[in-house]
């Protein structure tokens, strides 16, 4: 299958995963604000941002796994494929279980950190060593995701994450139903995650993505240095992302309350899917540019990458014009006027959208020839800037 066909079939499993988070949403967040108070509502999008920051002990491995694998993965007769395979796993193994067992221990001293009310602290740190756990155990499963995209088979991840959509709506509805209140919430994570991991599994053996007998190599540490290096880089920059594009929760909560991060939370959601929707342009095509880099097609690569850039921006321009016409409307309808905010709001929404995704195929395009440099330390201090003037 050629660069352009699996680009075109991955993103048109994007616009089927991307229609499935819609209805995920639509459906659950309803179906949570009917059996939860909003101030319990809060303290589940709470749990689910701080245990978020527990990512940052991928320290970019994931990324660094996925593209070195790249590397190495059309050289059928090396030992490097399946060394990098090995090595990456025992890496991810390792991270899941500090995950776990952090979150676990950070639960019982963030209620108080975070000023969660006294009536909710205990429950605080129930979902939030819970969710530590799920997180850590799909820490283990990126591994065939990462192979996946390393082949250019995003389609295949979509289709996964329509599942765990799925599952997880399912397992949301039948925790409800047996009325273990904001634990059913957990329930729904549990189930999409040992979904989503079995199903690439499985994808993986299908495809015969893995090394063939023999050609398996071991885990050794020249490449856990390989990886590590490149992964701090990665990881530099994630942590100035992850600041401006996922701590807004975190600043509200402190500064605001719990009700105006739920303002925050589903006045955005609209906005969120539109970015998400755009990123995925550049994002499936990370793997094919990557493969450019390393056979040394330069031509093709900037040709390439000229016209994904033009793609994002222009679509970028649209959908935040279109989501921030309608997003008044829509929360209206969505949930019945318990949430709203000013169309200003709406405006400085789709300004951000346009703006982060277009610079962010810049970003990306540095990351896949894995000459970051001095840039990540840019990221870094954007973030910083961010949160502190928020």
Not at 328 to 334: A, D, I, K, M
């Amino acid at each position: 299958m050629s660069r352009i066909r699996r680009f075109a079939h991955s993103l048109m499993s994007g616009c089927a995963l991307g229609g499935a988070n819609v209805l995920y949403t639509l459906a659950s967040v309803p179906l949570a604000l009917k059996y939860l108070r909003n101030d319990e509502f809060a303290l589940w999008l709470l749990v689910a941002q701080v245990s978020g920051y527990l990512l940052l002990i991928d320290l970019g491995m994931s990324g660094s796994v996925s593209r070195i694998l790249i590397d190495h993965k059309d050289d059928k007769l090396s030992t490097k494929y399946g060394a990098v395979i090995q090595t990456g796993l025992l890496v991810l193994l390792v991270q899941g279980l500090l995950i776990a067992a952090g979150g676990s221990v950070a639960s019982l001293w963030m209620p108080e950190l975070m000023r969660v009310p006294t009536k909710f602290q205990e429950v605080f740190r129930i979902l939030m060593a819970g969710q530590c756990v799920v997180l850590g155990v799909s820490f283990v499963g990126r591994i065939f995701g990462h192979i996946l995209q390393a082949h250019q088979r995003f389609d295949v991840q979509n289709y996964s994450q329509v599942g765990n959509s799925a599952w997880s709506l399912a397992g949301l509805w039948v925790g409800f139903e047996l009325k273990l209140g904001l634990y059913s919430l957990l329930a729904g994570a549990v189930a999409g995650t040992l979904f989503d991991i079995g199903f690439c599994l499985c994808a993986c053996w299908r495809l015969e993505l893995f090394p063939v007998k023999g050609r398996w190599g071991r885990a050794n540490w020249a490449t856990f240095k390989e990886l590590f290096f490149f992964g701090t880089d990665l990881f530099l920059m994630t942590i100035g992302e992850m600041l401006v594009n996922a701590s807004q929760v975190v600043v509200i909560s402190r500064t605001l309350g719990l009700e105006a991060a739920v303002v925050w939370s589903v006045a955005t959601k609209t906005f969120s899917f539109a970015q998400q929707t755009i990123w995925r342009i550049f994002s499936f095509s990370s793997s094919a540019l990557s493969e450019m880099v390393v056979r040394g097609e330069r031509t093709r690569l900037l040709a390439r990458f000229r016209d994904v850039v033009v793609l994002t921006a222009s679509g970028s321009v649209l959908a935040g014009l279109v989501v921030a016409l309608c997003n008044q409307p829509f929360l209206t309808v969505w949930v019945h006027g318990r949430v709203s905010w000013g169309v200003v709001n709406d405006l400085f929404m789709a300004i951000s959208v346009a703006v982060y995704s277009t610079t962010r195929c810049h970003r990306g395009l540095v990351g896949l020839t894995k000459q970051i440099r001095a840039m990540k330390y840019v990221y870094l201090m954007e973030g910083m800037a961010f949160v502190a003037l928020g």
